[in-house]
């Protein structure tokens, strides 16, 4: 998969389900695109310690002064597992694929 791939499956997610959208478009491909420039969702789980310890050190898109609040990152995981999952129900991941 392709960096434009990627951004065009989260469209097509975010048509069907935007409650994650911010964090998902600021947070979450951010950091796995444009931080890690890994375009497979199957690669991702290799670097889950890497976004966590980055969320904890990312600053806010308001203020950035101030780092992401706990609620912040607690859903930037809930966008990230949203989309998994979004990912495995349209087939585009196969189920017994490890994430």
């Given at each position: 998969?392709t960096k434009h791939d990627i951004e065009?499956?989260?469209?097509?997610?975010?048509?069907?389900?935007?409650?994650?959208?911010?964090?998902?478009?600021?947070?979450?491909?951010?950091?796995?695109?444009?931080?890690?420039?890994?375009?497979?969702?199957?690669?991702?789980?290799?670097?889950?310690?890497?976004?966590?310890?980055?969320?904890?050190?990312?600053?806010?898109?308001?203020?950035?002064?101030?780092?992401?609040?706990?609620?912040?990152?607690?859903?930037?995981?809930?966008?990230?597992?949203?989309?998994?999952?979004?990912?495995?129900?349209?087939?585009?991941?196969?189920?017994?694929?490890?994430?």
């Amino acid at each position: 998969m392709t960096k434009h791939d990627i951004e065009a499956l989260a469209i097509k997610y975010l048509e069907e389900d935007n409650r994650h959208a911010s964090n998902l478009k600021h947070y979450v491909l951010r950091f796995f695109l444009s931080e890690k420039e890994e375009f497979n969702p199957l690669n991702w789980g290799s670097h889950h310690n890497d976004f966590i310890r980055w969320l904890d050190s990312v600053t806010q898109l308001k203020n950035k002064e101030k780092t992401l609040s706990l609620g912040t990152k607690r859903n930037c995981l809930a966008a990230l597992n949203s989309f998994y999952k979004w990912l495995k129900e349209n087939k585009i991941l196969v189920k017994n694929q490890r994430i």
